[in-house]
């Protein structure tokens, strides 16, 4: 079977089955699990499929939200990278919020011991990253928390963030774009995250080059909004270029 045909074969599955996942197709098309990702990725770059990990949903689901286990194992090694880059860009003094994301969970993790800031969060896993750390401040944000990234959300967390105002705000998207600005699979995560962003004298959004064009069914901002994209390097000097021609810096990591 030639790749093209291949190909074809992996799309109606995906349609018809709503995922699929390399191992499966490896073992279905007698081929090597390296020749199933290239298949993959060339159906993702041509709009047919959204690569996610261990294998592709059919493209156009815009509610699709994978869930915080799958999220940590997603471009792992970009996001340490996403978060390292991040540390430059904490106040000397100061307060932050701390967006709900895998990536976020990284930048808690990887503070200094000697930081010494005021954190807020709605994210759990953020939280309890930073709840015993010597420096740090930390102030958990309340409301209704979403089992699918165990985020707070609703009127509570609303209402908190309606009442600060911090140095810089490290916000999360599942999708970013010139297009369609900032966007999310939920309403209410978006509406938190709206509100995060706010809250800031500066955003900063940390976000895997993965996530540049996707769309989302729930939009939380332009891209207008954000001062500072730290992504990876897989992001295109073109596409780099064409963010920073909209006047968001961006640093790829």
Do not use: C
Request: no cysteine; glycine share 8%.
């Amino acid at each position: 079977m030639y790749a093209p045909e291949r190909q074809q074969e992996i799309l109606r599955l995906a349609r018809d089955g709503g995922r699929v996942d390399v191992v499966s197709l490896a073992e279905e098309f007698q081929v090597t699990a390296e020749t199933i990702r290239r298949d993959l990725k060339a159906l993702d770059r041509a709009g047919l499929l959204r690569r996610v990990h261990g294998g592709a949903i059919p493209a156009g689901r815009l509610d699709f939200e994978p869930d915080l286990a799958e999220r940590e194992t997603t471009a792992a090694d970009e996001k340490d990278r996403i978060a390292r880059a991040a540390l430059a860009e904490l106040p000397a003094d100061g307060t932050v919020i701390l967006d709900a994301g895998s990536t976020l969970a990284r930048l808690a993790a990887a503070l200094p011991p000697e930081t010494a800031l005021t954190v807020v969060t709605h994210s759990l896993p953020v939280a309890a990253r930073l709840a015993d750390h010597p420096g740090i401040q930390l102030h958990l944000v309340g409301g209704r928390v979403r089992h699918r990234t165990r985020a707070a959300v609703d009127a509570w967390a609303l209402r908190a963030y309606g009442e600060i105002r911090a140095d810089v705000a490290f916000v999360a998207a599942n999708g970013f774009s010139v297009e369609h600005g900032l966007t999310t699979p939920d309403l209410a995560e978006a509406a938190v995250k709206r509100a995060a962003v706010a809250a800031a004298r500066r955003v900063v959004l940390l976000a895997d080059s993965s996530k540049h064009g996707r769309e989302h069914f729930a939009r939380f901002g332009d891209l207008g909004d954000v001062d500072l994209l730290i992504t990876d390097s897989g992001l295109s000097p073109e596409d780099t270029a064409a963010l920073a021609d909209g006047g968001t810096e961006v640093v790829r990591a």
